[in-house]
């Protein structure tokens, strides 16, 4: 009987200890809800996002984040969720030689606060070299969120970033104030949509490196524009072989910076490819509303349904700059574009400018009421006018409808009226 008494005072004894030293499982009003799937990380009790995605292996995981969290998170595993769990959710970097957010990974997803399909708030990721970062062949949803990096240099200083064969999509974000760029592409593939890419230093929207931006169309083809405004540079730059898919955003004021190396232009196709449907405003650029060096473009495409034309006005705002005249629409280098049931009017200078054995096809649009002359050629140039009804429109402009600055440019087809010329023709 003694020896058993023992026996359980020993077992008593040990538990007691044990007790003591494991730990006790965090209580919800300490980290929050933890069902293995879905948890809640207290940021505004010094608890981490980086902390959760190690403890939590395995699996499906979403993170509902309250308060902001002071740290740079790296997603390097699959289906993952970030999401706001109450008003005034973020994620801020304290080091500008690191990305906030960088996601290696597939199905990754960040949102906002979001109840009964209704948005009461954005999750915030700021600070940091790059505020988000999606890389290596991953592939992310972003929405309903704002992104705003504190870096600088050629790839620093950007909101967000998709990189060496990510893919996804950015909806109902704002990646404004920015130092360079407000989103940036190389060798990715995006869709952005219902977003804001406002007074970002360099580009708005920058397309580089062989990469497809679908900028305004979700990947089921529904037009969902974007507000592209005041950047520094350029709206939109796309550039180094890649494509733009261009539908229903609006582009305005853009070129802030007068000693941008890029341009200040609205939309810029440097050595690429882009498609504008329709619906796109783009209006009040420093620069060219549309420029295009050794690039191709068609300026309204009908095979994407009933969209309403683009219209290209009141761009070339500062006149004269280092890129050459003004213009609405420029085309250099042996570029070509389609201009249909377009409206090209109240530009400064020239509605469209053409140089350098570029060659564009007008088909039942208006060029009208700019500050210099209508369609101005030069340097080999042509203009072909398709028999399309409506006919085009050339008229009305300050100086003369069809310009042709030296006998190698010229045009040819049929257009409204009779626009005033000093081209020779076919």
């Not at 990305?99 to 700021?126: I, Q, Y």
């Not at 870096?151 to 909806?171: E, L, M, T, Y």
């Not at 101005?376 to 398709?386: V, W, Y």
């Amino acid at each position: 009987m003694t020896r058993r008494r023992s026996l359980v005072l020993c077992l008593l004894a040990m538990l007691a200890a044990l007790a003591t030293t494991l730990p006790i499982p965090a209580r919800a009003d300490d980290d929050g809800k933890d069902d293995g799937k879905k948890i809640t990380i207290r940021c505004d009790k010094n608890k981490t996002i980086t902390d959760a995605l190690a403890q939590h292996q395995g699996g499906p995981l979403t993170v509902e984040i309250i308060g902001t969290c002071f740290e740079h998170v790296t997603v390097g595993r699959s289906d993952v969720t970030l999401v706001a769990g109450a008003p005034g959710a973020a994620i801020q970097g304290t080091k500008s030689d690191m990305d906030t957010l960088t996601v290696k990974a597939d199905r990754f997803v960040l949102d906002g606060l979001v109840l009964d399909g209704r948005v009461l708030d954005k999750l915030s990721v700021s600070g940091g070299r790059n505020a988000i970062v999606v890389t290596g062949a991953s592939q992310a949803q972003l929405r309903n969120c704002t992104a705003r990096a504190s870096g600088s240099g050629i790839v620093g200083g950007i909101g967000i970033v998709f990189s060496q064969g990510a893919s996804g999509s950015v909806d109902s974000c704002r990646s404004s104030g920015n130092p360079v760029d407000g989103i940036f592409l190389d060798g990715a593939n995006v869709a952005i949509t219902n977003s804001e890419f406002k007074s970002n230093g360099r580009n708005g929207v920058f397309v580089f490196g062989a990469s497809t931006g679908r900028i305004g169309f979700t990947n089921a083809l529904v037009p969902a524009g974007n507000v592209i405004s005041d950047n520094g540079g350029n709206g939109i730059h796309v550039t180094q072989n890649s494509l733009g898919l261009i539908i229903s955003n609006t582009v305005t004021g853009n070129g802030t910076n007068p000693g941008s190396p890029v341009g200040r232009f609205g939309v810029l196709l440097f050595h690429s490819r882009a498609d504008l449907p329709g619906g796109n405003t783009i209006s009040g650029n420093f620069g060219y509303g549309i420029a295009l060096t050794g690039s191709t473009a068609v300026i309204g495409d009908p095979g994407f349904g009933p969209i309403p034309g683009n219209t290209i006005s009141g761009n070339s705002t500062a006149g004269q700059t280092p890129f050459g005249p003004p213009a609405g629409i420029s085309l250099v280098l042996a570029s070509t574009a389609v201009l249909r049931t377009a409206t090209v009017q109240s530009n400064n200078g020239a509605g469209v400018l053409l140089l350098g054995r570029s060659t564009l096809s007008v088909v039942s649009s208006t060029v009208t009421g700019n500050s210099v002359n209508g369609v101005e050629l030069g340097q080999d140039s042509l203009a072909i006018f398709q028999p399309n009804t409506p006919l085009a429109n050339i008229s009305g402009n300050a100086g003369i409808d069809l310009k042709c600055r030296d006998k190698q440019s010229t045009f040819t087809g049929s257009v409204f009226d009779s626009p005033t010329t000093d081209c020779t023709g076919f």
